[in-house]
């Protein structure tokens, strides 16, 4: 009978492992939403020992807003032994970001109140004293819609084949505003851009090099 009872308790927890392997994507979700405090939705996660592959990866709008989802990318590939990505400083070899969608709408003509503020206003302060160092990201297929610009009466549309980072670490933070430089800067858009993602003029300017190719 003591035989039986071990062979049941282990039956018990590899059905809550398999149960937990197959619900990994709405766990991931849920984790994701109560850490960032924003809804954020996966449809499917697969785990290696040397890579992550993510699909339909989601940041939800806040309600109010026309289009549903603020971010979304289709594809993701985080390549890194599991070794460095637990070690600090925390090392990853490349990210991959395939099919990205991002949603800007203001809610005022000066662009001073939009979506992406509301979402900031609602995420917590990043805390960690790890260290990460990003050695190459590489994002294709992006495609930006801008909403309730001035006297815009409908989208602005900006696509931009492929953009490649390399060297990207948490001490000199992410180069957001030579980013919006390399997409916005002929549009004449620049300027409301970097107040949409940069209220109060708190983005780091970093010296990261950037490629479009």
């Known amino acids: 009978m003591q035989k039986m009872g071990w062979k049941f308790v282990i039956l018990i927890i590899l059905a809550a492992v398999i149960f937990l392997w197959l619900i990994k994507a709405p766990v991931l979700s849920m984790v994701l939403t109560q850490k960032l405090r924003v809804p954020i939705f996966v449809e499917w996660v697969s ?23 603020a971010f979304t990318v289709k594809e993701t590939t985080v390549d890194s032994p599991w070794r460095q990505m637990f070690g600090n400083p925390c ?3 490349q990210i991959l970001l395939n099919d990205i969608f991002v949603d800007v709408e203001f809610v005022n003509a000066l662009g001073s109140k939009n979506n992406w503020t ?21 994002l294709t297929n992006i495609n930006i819609e801008i909403r309730g610009l001035g006297l815009m009466a409908k989208p602005t549309l900006r696509h931009v084949d492929r953009l490649e980072f390399e060297g990207i670490d948490s001490q000199q933070g992410f180069p957001t505003e030579e980013l919006i430089h390399k997409v916005f800067g002929e549009s004449g858009l620049e300027e409301f851009i970097n107040d949409a993602f940069n209220p109060g003029g708190l983005l780091k300017d970093t010296a990261n090099p950037l490629k479009i190719l």
């Open 47 to 69: 785990v290696g020992f040397d890579h992550t592959d993510m699909r339909n990866f989601k940041i939800k709008n806040p309600e109010g807003f026309k289009a549903p989802d």
């Open 118 to 138: 509301e979402i900031s206003d609602k995420m917590p302060k990043p805390r960690s004293d790890r260290e990460v160092l990003i050695q190459k990201m590489i």
């Open 91 to 93: 090392v990853i070899d």
